[in-house]
């Protein structure tokens, strides 16, 4: 049940036609805000807006490749003169191989296009996203709150992993670096590391292999205390907290909704 948490605040969501950007799209509406839909795939944000307006909300798609600095900027303009400013970012588009569903090769053979296309998307994506939003934020005087997506892989390293590894560990980085410099202006930063989420971009992750077969699912499920992989709703639900006043004195933190893989 609703309890308007986001109520009449404007949120924009990149990566946000499919997996935790659409469940973050989908349950941010329900909390009433009015979002921004952004995705690579238009026709994906376009589906993922009526759905939400089906359902009562406000949104609007914006087919974007947040490897564009002035198309993150572009993007912003744009919430801007359907809302009036950006209330709330939360930075989901990511890929986790540029040859994905095939896995990229050890990093150190990794050729530089490749670990290029990663960082592109992952890192530079998330921080073109973070300048524009946080721009208008500044200009409108408006005491926002930016949610990134890093991953578990920022602290756990794994074979052919190595570029989304190290994009993800950079948007840790970011976001304290970023949480330093705006909270004067009334700017909370923080991210979220999930763990390992059923979500279209994880599907290949789990291969097929024995009990011992190192990324097969039996492997993954013995590595998680709460013995299942989590669901896109659920990483949703702490990027809902981040986004809202509950979290008000949170700036720099990092959130891991792993299912107790850290414990111990």
Not at 60 to 89: H, I, K, N, T
Not at 138 to 145: I, K, W, Y
Request: aromatic share 6%.
């Amino acid at each position: 049940m609703s309890s308007g948490r986001l109520t009449d605040r404007a949120a924009l969501i990149t990566g946000a036609g499919s997996g935790i950007g659409r469940a973050c799209a989908v349950l941010f509406a329900a909390e009433g805000a009015k979002l921004c839909v952004a995705d690579k795939n238009g026709a994906a944000a376009t589906t993922v807006c009526e759905e939400i307006e089906t359902a009562g909300g406000i949104a609007f798609p914006y087919a974007v490749d947040v490897q564009s600095r002035s198309r993150c900027f572009d993007m912003v303009a744009e919430c801007e003169a359907q809302f009036g400013g950006v209330d709330v970012l939360v930075c989901c588009a990511g890929i986790w191989s540029a040859h994905a569903p095939t896995p990229d090769a050890p990093l150190v053979s990794v050729t530089e296009a490749d670990l290029r296309t990663v960082l592109d998307v992952n890192l530079f994506g998330s921080l073109f996203a973070n300048q524009a939003a946080a721009a208008s934020m500044v200009a409108g005087g408006r005491a926002g709150s930016i949610v990134n997506l890093s991953s578990m892989a920022a602290k756990v390293a794994r074979p052919t992993r190595g570029p989304y590894a190290i994009s993800k560990a950079g948007v840790w980085m970011m976001t304290k670096m970023l949480a330093v410099e705006l909270a004067s202006a009334g700017i909370r930063v923080n991210a979220l590391a999930p763990g390992y989420i059923e979500t279209p971009m994880t599907a290949s992750f789990s291969r097929d292999g024995g009990a011992n077969d190192v990324g097969s699912h039996a492997w993954l499920l013995r590595q998680i205390p709460m013995g299942r992989i989590g669901q896109a709703n659920e990483v949703a639900g702490a990027a809902l907290f981040l986004a809202s006043d509950e979290s008000s004195y949170f700036t720099g933190e990092l959130l891991q909704p792993t299912g107790g893989w850290y414990i111990g």
